[in-house]
């Protein structure tokens, strides 16, 4: 049973940069067939896919946020990291850690159970 | 970006009905299609992939239906945990995108 938990501050100043880890249990993430990604959520956006890596480093980011952010992977740790620089209130939001599986619809199989994070002064 | 509208946004139903849920595309998106159920505090989970495909461990209660810009998700019998909220995505083309959800309480 694959499980995804999230970590990092909760409370980001703005103009910061956000950062975020995903730890996986049960399955590994330099393993093909699987995408690995952030998705958030918020009041006011709704679900907002944020971006995803493949096992070959290879990243996808949503065009709206490409500027900002920055996906990696601790593939020793089995881990993946999210950075989201220069933020504001409007990135305020849930931040879930999920697997992709590749093929057809690309569905979100496993996601984390969220973290909130609030941009605040 | 690829806009997904759902209806209706909210519904109220009682155990035992039948309830669809409708979500439209503002393109075509073949079968790129998926839809999650999400209840409060909770992450999403996997109900339907590809438009139509059970997601393992869903009810059989749950079908979905649909090709093109126009889908449905149906519970045929609604149970009391099927009171949640739900979602549609599209993957045919990037960014993934979402629907708003529709929100299904008791009547």
């Known amino acids: 049973q694959v499980q995804l938990q999230e970590s990092g501050p909760g409370l980001v100043k703005p103009s910061e940069t956000l950062s975020l ?3 996986v249990s049960g399955g590994s993430i330099s393993r093909g067939g699987y995408y690995w990604g952030w998705i ?5 956006k709704g679900l907002e896919w944020i971006g995803s890596i493949y096992y070959d480093g290879s990243t996808f980011y949503n065009p709206s946020l490409q500027s900002r952010v920055t996906i990696s992977a601790d593939t020793p740790n089995n881990q993946f990291s999210l950075k989201l620089s220069s933020v504001s209130a409007t990135d305020t939001a849930l931040y879930f850690c999920a697997r992709l599986r ?10 984390g159970q969220g973290t909130l994070v609030t941009v605040s002064s | 970006d690829i806009q ?3 209806f209706p ?3 109220s139903a009682s155990v035992g009905d039948r309830v669809t849920i409708t ?4 393109q075509s998106i073949t079968t790129y299609l998926n839809w999650y159920q999400q209840k409060p ?11 139509s495909n059970l997601h393992g461990g869903v009810p059989s209660r749950f079908s979905g239906s649909g090709s093109g810009t126009e889908f449905t998700l149906t ?8 009171f949640a909220t739900y979602y549609c995505q599209q993957t045919y083309r990037s960014p993934p995108t979402f629907g708003r959800g529709t929100k299904v309480e008791i009547k």
Not at chain 1, 40 to 44: T, V
């Open chain 2, 41 to 51: 505090g909770k992450a999403p989970n996997l109900l339907i992939y590809d438009a």
């Open chain 2, 9 to 11: 946004s909210s519904l």
């Open chain 2, 23 to 26: 979500c439209r595309a503002s």
């Open chain 2, 4 to 6: 997904m509208t759902q």
């Open chain 2, 75 to 82: 519970i045929a019998s609604l149970q009391p945990e099927d």
């Open chain 1, 21 to 23: 880890t995903c730890t």
């Open chain 1, 40 to 44: 958030r959520q918020s009041p006011g």
């Open chain 1, 102 to 111: 590749v093929g057809g619809a690309m569905p979100t199989d496993y996601w």
